[in-house]
């Protein structure tokens, strides 16, 4: 059984930072791309992609709204994705959601809240 367990969000203030993890177990994680996803206030469904990282870290891509902000990660050994969010802002709030790519593995959602 795939189960996808992430750690991190919480509260910050803005200009601050966060790291997310993600990691999978019931399946073998070095073939599939990673990648996070936030769903927005008030929004349904996991939302809009945030970053992917392809297998081996071989390419990542990233929304334009946190290119140069944020930085996904993956430790094949640990089975592990991070999300590491830096200068964060109010509308970076809403729930996160990690996604083995191309499947349909979803982690449990992690809320992050910016906010003075």
């Known amino acids: 059984q795939v189960e996808v367990v992430q750690s991190g969000g919480g509260l910050v203030k803005p200009g601050g930072s966060l790291r997310l993890s993600c990691t999978p177990s019931?399946?073998?994680?070095?073939?599939?791309?990673m990648a996070w996803y936030r769903q927005a206030p008030g929004k349904e469904g996991r939302g809009e992609s945030v970053?992917?990282?392809?297998?081996?870290?071989?390419?990542?891509c990233y929304d334009v709204a946190v290119k140069g902000r944020v930085t996904i990660s993956r430790d094949d050994a640990e089975n592990t994705t991070y999300l590491q969010m830096n200068r964060l802002r109010v509308d970076d709030s809403g729930m996160y959601f990690c996604?083995?790519?191309?499947?349909?593995?979803w982690g449990q959602g992690h809320q992050v809240s910016v906010s003075s």
């Open positions: 996604h083995v790519y191309g499947t349909w593995y």
């Open positions: 019931g399946l073998t994680f070095t073939p599939y791309a």
């Open positions: 970053a992917r990282i392809n297998i081996r870290g071989g390419e990542t």
